[in-house]
């Protein structure tokens, strides 16, 4: 089994920024891809950033150049550093790791709230 235990939401005014992270542990393959997706309230999860083991990134069109993902291989830990935040970007953020071994597996922490409001 893997857990993934994020922080680091919160309240931000437009214009403001957070850090997400989020510290995954358990048994993980090293070939995997770690991410995060969010879901506003009465809409459905959407990626918002992906990152593999080998550094490759992967942004949701509304996020890029906004947002930054990255990670630590050595501790397994993924965090999303979010810049000039907007009221559209309030929703709870969830951290998602996934990789193949014998099969397929995905595994989602429990969300944080990101609630960007004046």
């Known amino acids: 089994q893997v857990q993934l235990v994020e922080s680091g939401g919160g309240l931000v005014q437009p214009g403001g920024s957070l850090r997400l992270s989020c510290a995954a542990s358990?048994?993980?393959?090293?070939?995997?891809?770690m991410g995060w997706y969010r879901q506003a309230p009465g809409k459905q999860r959407e990626l918002v950033a992906t990152?593999?083991?080998?550094?490759?990134?992967n942004y949701a069109d509304d996020v890029k150049g906004r947002f930054t993902i990255s990670r630590d291989n050595a501790v397994n830990t993924v965090s999303l550093e979010m810049n000039s935040l907007k009221p559209e970007d309030t929703a709870v953020y969830y951290c998602?790791?996934?990789?193949?071994?014998?099969?397929?597996?995905?595994?989602w922490g429990q969300g944080t709230q990101v609630t960007v409001s004046s």
């Open positions: 998602n790791v996934r990789f193949y071994r014998l099969g397929f597996e995905q595994y």
């Open positions: 358990g048994s993980i393959f090293s070939i995997n891809v």
């Open positions: 990152i593999s083991n080998s550094g490759s990134t």
